[in-house]
């Protein structure tokens, strides 16, 4: 027997025995499977823009559903001789107020022209914003993807037929749609509200009511074609064949694998809807077409502080911030939503 | 000479200007976020003149980064980092980019495996053939037109003034990997990589595309790097085979010598999972067991060892040599050693 | 190829007559007509204007007249501004719009797509990094914070460019370049992503086995390839550049057709609404139309239907 010198390079007979089961498994490495969704949650805990993006979005929500209860001031409050404070500033009323010892909040964003509050004003306005862009898409998401279901699961004529109307609405131009609906809209609008039970109308405004009837009635398209598409290439799919031939129970499991596939591509595009929805209400809130006022859309905002921009910039500028991170932050995570639910789809 | 083949030709070991293509324990690994992907370990193979080659193995093998990196067409993030590659006498490790460039589509050139995608849709088949004609000749453009419709009847296609205006989605699988050939071929070059050149096409067209292979090699004298997963293919066609796993040559010989005397266990694994037509009926098919390894963190000791069904003790800690059972057969196992080794003990006692 | 442009044509102009016949209804469904807003004007004032502008006929007689009118290029009087016709006025005022929305499509291709190559070939360095957040902030922002806040820095902060008016070639400079930044990003984007999907196709590989130089590969085969989403993007596009000549055209006060239309809402000056809108939805499909077209001639990969 030869002697082993741990340090020789030289082969030991010990060495051509054959090799254990076990020796053999623990070089296989198997990396562990994980669900679809803990994985996709995973990816997007990594993202660290998309998780930014959503302390944003939740913050902003905070600023504009809960503040405003606490606040002490009302969007519409028009506060006698403090008419256009700068920013933390008081006026000659309520300096006096507060010499004589009473604790007056201070403006943070100081007062418009009518001597209201601006940084309540921009609250309002935010959440006005936020409940058109979120009304909007929801309202989208349901047309759209009934209909594109539908259009997906029948197939054949109905599918053309659907399609064919699809093509139709695409042409049309939204926003002179809009202008004109709203234009049309306003006097059957304004005598409905005069009707009990109908105040709200008033108040929400008849712009507000014709941005939702043109949403419902064209802006739903976009997400018919990518469900239609979906639909489209389940039914077909590979795994929905296999799962068949496996002898599949064909409507649990083959919803099971459709829901599942659907629901991640509806929740990217709902995401992203929503600030594309509020991107359209401010475009318009700023043209004029908006909510009635008093009440405040941080377009209309914009629109008014505009005239005051060489004097009180922060009128303007303001809104003009907030809405921008408001939609961007919606659309990193929408975009960090898609990157987690399919990284192939990474660019 | 430059600093760097200066400094190459100290330490580079000496190559046989016998052969065209000579890779001497080439090491290739692709630097990704997730690590380092060793593709390559230690991969040595050489072609002669004239000679067809076949390089065997399954997907992820390492075959055809072995071939794009002779042309130098090793993709982003992937390095040499070790070995030495010779062909047609340059020295591949120290050349420049543009001395590569005049060599691709020139004295090698390479065909893919899915001729759809491997020609560009916008282009007409013309152009696409023109192109590399004057890119590495001074004709006009007129006579690259004449050798272009002279390349494509060598190829075997027929009116070849029409398929010459035609684009590519215009021609079928079969036509389309023929111009590829067409393009390949245009410089007459020395060296021709096909890498699955028949894996995306049915198999009476592949049998027509490795004829003309066949074909062309005999009337240019040049030589053939085929690159495939199936045996088949190569039994046919090929003088020479290499059997790749996990980035490693595990045997290398004569076609027949592998064929009728395989060496490793991998490659008579494969040779075994053949269904045999003329076998009996319901036998049951020879898989070779296991799955392929992960590159990222690839094994100490040979890389087939668990899916190996002689796996001994040593074969997990320690890669195995070459053992040459003929001149020009060599393979990788440490069941060769063993029996020299036994041998060796006998001889002793 | 004919039978897909004839039946583009048709579908367009079947879109065209339904926006026409929609805006006419619309327009028609508010009560009392345009002028009873006017306080000025007594019973028989307006009377005698209704029947000038031939609103005592039945509707259906009016959305006849009117329709023919349309086809001829009549779109009638302005309601509102007296002495101008709507075709004069919408001919005043278009080529102030056209030259602006021009130019800022001009700019947007000439920045978004060298940009969005520049980012995909240096796929995750800081080049592509500070491009990617700019690109994304250009498509959050809406146009009129660009307008505003640019109006803001440049005009009354710095100084450096006129706030508002078209008298001079600096005059132009905010209004195009505020217009163009949402189609720049956009374009940058769909530049980048269509060139990172062309760099990783065989037919690259091919091109740079044949011998050719990475520039040569890039402008010859890459780019031809990567450019034709971009096409089918110019229809949106100028789609976009007319709806946001809106905010533009308001804020920087520029005697276009946007703002025209725009002030014509407030005014309810029906007549002059309802042309712009339809010669502008016409614009828009026509455009539409003809990119589609161009789209099929120079990719030969589709078919034509």
């Keep these: 027997m030869t002697k082993k010198n741990p340090l020789s390079l030289q082969l030991n007979v010990d060495d051509f025995l054959p090799a254990t089961e076990d020796e053999r498994q623990s070089l296989v490495q198997l990396r562990p499977s994980v669900s679809f969704w803990k994985d996709a949650m995973r990816r997007l805990r990594k993202n660290k823009v998309a998780m930014v993006s959503l302390v944003i979005i939740l913050v902003v929500m905070i600023f504009a559903f809960v503040i405003p209860s606490f606040y002490p001031y009302q969007y519409e409050q028009q506060i006698k001789g403090a008419v256009y404070l700068s920013p933390m500033t008081y006026s000659v009323d309520e300096q006096a107020k507060i010499d004589a010892g009473e604790h007056v909040f201070p403006h943070i964003l100081g007062t418009d022209n009518l001597g209201r509050d601006y940084a309540i004003r921009v609250m309002m306005g935010s959440r006005i914003s936020l409940l058109v862009g979120i009304i909007a898409s929801a309202i989208i998401l349901v047309i759209g993807s009934i209909y594109g279901s539908v259009a997906g699961y029948f197939g054949g004529l109905t599918d053309l037929i659907m399609m064919r109307i699809v093509d139709i609405i695409y042409t049309v131009p939204d926003i002179l749609l809009i202008v004109l609906l709203s234009f049309a809209l306003r006097a059957p609008m304004d005598a409905l509200s005069a009707k009990p039970g109908f105040q709200w109308i008033q108040t929400v405004g008849v712009n507000l009511i014709s941005i939702f009837i043109v949403f419902a009635l064209l802006y739903w398209v976009g997400m018919a074609r990518i469900v239609r598409s979906q639909v489209l290439t389940l039914k077909q799919s590979e795994y929905v064949t296999a799962a068949r031939a496996l002898g599949a129970n064909s409507s649990r499991i083959i919803k099971h694998h459709l829901l599942t596939n659907c629901i991640g591509t509806l929740i990217v595009t709902t995401t992203l809807q929503i600030p594309s929805s509020i991107f359209t209400e401010s475009f318009l809130s700023f043209l004029g077409m908006g909510v009635a006022i008093p009440m405040p859309s941080l377009g209309s905002l914009a629109s008014d502080g505009l005239n005051g921009i060489n004097s009180y910039p922060y009128l303007l500028l303001a809104p003009a911030l907030l809405i921008s991170l408001i939609i961007l932050s919606f659309n990193l995570f929408g975009d960090g939503l898609r990157d987690a639910f399919d990284p192939k789809m990474k660019s | ?349 | ?305």
């Design chain 2, 1 to 349: 000479m430059n600093k760097n083949e200066t400094a190459a030709a100290e330490t580079q070991t000496a190559h046989n200007p016998e052969y065209l293509v000579e890779i001497q324990h080439e090491r290739l690994s692709f630097f990704t976020p997730a690590g380092e992907v060793k593709a390559l370990n230690d991969v040595s193979l050489y072609v002669r003149e004239g000679e067809v080659l076949g390089i065997v193995g399954e997907s992820g093998s390492g075959k055809s980064v072995t071939a794009y990196s002779i042309m130098g067409l090793t993709a982003y993030p992937g390095r040499l980092i070790g070995g030495d590659l010779w062909f047609n006498n340059h020295y591949i490790n120290t050349m420049t980019e543009k001395q590569m460039r005049k060599i691709r589509g020139n004295e090698v050139s390479i065909i893919f495996q899915d001729p759809m995608t491997s020609l560009n849709p916008v282009y007409t088949i013309g152009d696409q053939i023109r192109e590399v004609i004057l890119l590495h000749t001074n004709k006009t453009k007129q006579q690259a037109n004449d050798r272009a419709r002279e390349l494509l009847s060598l190829v075997g296609i027929n009116e070849p003034d029409k398929r010459l205006k035609q684009y590519p989605h215009e021609l079928s699988g079969g036509m389309r990997q023929r111009v590829m050939i067409a393009i390949a071929l245009a410089c007459e070059p020395k060296l021709l990589i096909a890498d699955e050149p028949t894996t995306a096409l049915d198999v009476t067209i592949q049998a027509q595309i490795l004829e003309l292979m066949m074909d062309l090699k005999k009337k240019l004298g040049m030589a053939i790097i085929l690159i495939t997963h199936d045996l088949g293919v190569v039994a046919g066609t090929c003088d020479r085979i290499a059997v790749m796993y996990a980035g490693k040559v595990v045997e290398s010989g004569p076609t027949d010598d592998i064929f009728y005397h395989p060496a490793h266990e991998y490659t008579k694994g494969l040779l075994q999972s053949i269904p045999n037509l003329n076998e009996q009926e319901h036998k049951r098919l020879i898989p070779i067991e296991g799955s392929p390894v992960d590159m990222l963190n690839p094994p100490a000791g040979c890389p087939f060892a668990p899916r190996c069904r002689s796996c001994m003790k040593i074969c997990l800690n320690r890669p195995p040599e070459y053992t040459h059972l003929t001149d020009a057969h060599f393979s990788a196992c440490w069941l060769l050693d063993k029996a020299k080794f036994e041998a060796q003990g006998e001889e002793k006692n």
């Design chain 3, 1 to 305: 190829m004919a039978k897909y442009i004839i039946k583009r044509v048709i579908l367009a102009a079947l879109t065209i007559f339904l926006v026409a016949t929609i805006t006419f209804f619309l327009m028609h469904t508010v009560p009392g007509g345009p002028f009873v807003a006017e306080k000025s004007i007594s019973a028989q004032a307006q009377a005698a204007l209704n029947e000038k502008f031939g609103m005592d006929k039945p509707i259906l007689i009016q959305y006849k007249n009117y329709m023919l009118g349309v086809l001829h290029g009549d779109f009638s009087l302005s309601l509102k501004q007296r002495g101008w016709s709507v075709a004069d006025i919408i001919r005043s005022r278009f080529p102030v719009s056209a030259r602006i929305g021009g130019l800022a499509v001009l700019l947007a291709l000439a920045l978004g797509i060298p940009l969005g190559s520049v980012a995909a070939l240096n796929r995750g360095k800081w080049a592509d990094n500070l491009i990617i957040v700019l690109a994304t902030c250009g498509i959050a922002f809406p146009s009129f914070v660009i307008c505003t806040v640019g109006m803001y820095i440049f005009g009354v902060h710095l100084g450096w460019l006129p706030t508002f008016g078209l008298t001079s070639p600096a005059h132009y400079v905010l209004p195009v370049f505020a217009l163009s930044f949402y189609p720049m990003a956009y374009i940058t984007r769909l530049m980048r992503s269509s060139m990172l999907d062309v760099i990783g196709q065989d037919y690259m590989r091919t091109a740079r086995a044949k011998g050719l130089s990475q520039t040569r590969c890039l402008f010859k085969h890459a780019l031809r390839n990567a450019i034709l989403p971009v096409v089918t993007y110019l229809g949106p596009m100028l789609a976009y550049t007319l709806t946001g000549s809106f905010i533009v055209e308001k804020i920087f006060v520029i005697p276009g057709l946007g703002g025209q239309f725009v002030s014509s809402i407030t005014n309810r000056d029906y007549t002059v609404i309802m042309g712009t809108t339809i010669f502008l939805a016409t614009l828009i499909i026509v455009m539409n139309v003809i990119v589609d077209i161009v789209y099929k001639i120079i990719d030969p990969r589709i078919q034509l239907k």
